[in-house]
Nanobody, 126 residues
Framework: QVRFVESGGGLVQPGGSLRLSCVASGYTSVGWFRQAPGKEREGVSCSMRPSGPKYYSDSVKGRFAISRDNAKNTVYLQMNSLKPEDKAVYYC???????????????????????WGQGTLVTVSS
């Protein structure tokens, strides 16, 4: 059974940190996506397979870190140095990457519109 359940969102001041959790089953490559108000959903990070490579969007590289506890079927997103533009609903989903240019990757998913869970809201505001 495929199941993704996100948690850990909340209100944080600019420069602060949050850690999101995703209990995920049914897929080995799991990532995080986010949708800001009025914008399309975008890929943030992807953990390929239990011990595979990790990818990040340029907007979060160096600030966010994806990790996983395979024994708990849980994938985490540690978010540091948060900015107001990081405000969004964050979702986890199966992930992959498209190489759009040399060493340039975009995080993608096979999820369709009706596949997404409720997500967890992250608000960055003073």
């Amino acid at each position: 059974q495929v199941r993704f359940v996100e948690s850990g969102g909340g209100l944080v001041q600019p420069g602060g940190s949050l850690r999101l959790s995703c209990v995920a089953s049914g897929y080995t490559s799991v990532g995080w996506f986010r949708q800001a108000p009025g914008k399309e959903r975008e890929g943030v990070s992807c953990s390929m397979r239990p011990s595979g490579p990790k990818y990040y969007s340029d907007s979060v590289k160096g600030r966010f870190a994806i990790s996983r506890d395979n024994a708990k079927n849980t994938v985490y997103l540690q978010m540091n140095s948060l900015k107001p533009e990081d405000k969004a609903v964050y979702y986890c989903a199966p992930c992959g990457v498209d190489e759009i240019a040399a060493d340039t990757f975009v995080v993608v998913t096979t999820f369709r519109e009706n596949d997404w869970g409720q997500g967890t809201l992250v608000t960055v505001s003073s």
